[in-house]
C-alpha cells in the first residue's frame, strides 16, 4: 500500500491552484465526487496555517505507521486483490477519509485538516480501524462499481447503496483487527454512554428510518434531513441522534456474511443484497 504525500507540495507551495494541476488525477476526481472547489480554493490557506507544524512530522510519523500496519492486516486476511494508494492531504474538510476510484486504480484519501488532531498520543482514536475502512471502500468500489458515488444518480443509490457500502466496510474492519462493532462504527471518539443510547436510538427509529428511505426512493417524500440523520452529523452535541444508517448498514452486513461469508461480501451486487435489506427494516 504506498502512501501518496500530497500534503509535502500542499505546505511548500505558495501557489495552491497549481497544486491542484500538479495533481489533477486526484483532485479531479476528489472534487467530482467528494469535495467542493469554490470551498476548498477559500479555506486551503487557513487549513495549512492551522496544522501544527511542530507536531506534524510527528503526528503524519504516526499516521504512516498506522497505514502500514492496515497494508499488512488487509494482505493477510484479503483474497489476494490492488491494494489501494493512500493520499495523504489538506482539503475543506468534506470528507476525513474515503475511497476513489483513478485511473481504474483503487486509492483512499485521508484529509489532515480533519484528522491531525486526533492523532496526538493522548487521543482515544483507532487510527487503524479508520485506515482499513477507509481502504476497504476503495477496493469496494473497484470490485462493485456501482457502490462508488461518482455513480450515485438515484435515491436508491444514496441512501440503500450508500448504506450497505459504509455498513460492509465497518463489518469487515471490525472482523479483520478483531473489533467490536460499537469500535468499527465509532473509532473510539464517543464514549460508551453515548453509544448505549445511539444504539437505543438506532433500534427504537428503525421502521420509521425504513419507511422514510422508501418514501424517499419511490419519490413519495423529500425529507431534507433524512440523509443527514442516516449518514451525518446534524447537531454535535446531540450525537446519539445522527449516522443511524452505519448501524442499520452494519447490521445487514452480519446477515449477509452469514448468507455469503466474508470473503463474498465486497463482490456482492445491489441486487443480491436488496432481499436481505427489506427483511431487516420489514422485521
Sequence with gaps: MKIVPLFQDQVA???????????????????EVFGRKARFLDSIDEQIAALDSEDLSLKVGRLEKGIKHAARALEST?????????????????????????????????????????????SSFQLEIFLIHEALHGIHFSTSSEFYPRYYDTETDKYHRRMMTEGICAYLSARILGKTMESALWLGLVDDGVIHHWMGHCKEKKGPFGHAMQAAIRGEAD?????????????????????????????????????????????????????????????
Design 13 to 31: 507551495s505558495s501557489d495552491q491552484e497549481a497544486i491542484l494541476v500538479t495533481h489533477s488525477d486526484f483532485f479531479e476526481e476528489y472534487f
Design 78 to 122: 484479503l483474497e489476494p486483490c490492488p491494494m489501494p494508494r493512500c493520499v495523504v492531504f489538506i482539503g475543506e474538510g468534506s470528507y476525513d477519509g474515503m475511497g476513489l476510484i483513478m485511473k481504474d486504480l483503487p486509492h483512499f484519501f485521508v484529509d489532515l485538516s480533519l484528522v491531525q488532531a486526533r492523532l496526538s498520543e493522548s
Design 223 to 283: 425529507d431534507v434531513y433524512l440523509w443527514y440523520d442516516l449518514f451525518g452529523v446534524r447537531d454535535m452535541d446531540n450525537l446519539a441522534e445522527s449516522r443511524a444508517g452505519y448501524y442499520y448498514g452494519y447490521q445487514i452486513a452480519v446477515k449477509l456474511a452469514d448468507a455469503y461469508g466474508d470473503e463474498r461480501l465486497l463482490h456482492l451486487s445491489y441486487e443480491e443484497m436488496k432481499p436481505h435489506i427489506d427483511r431487516y427494516f420489514a422485521s
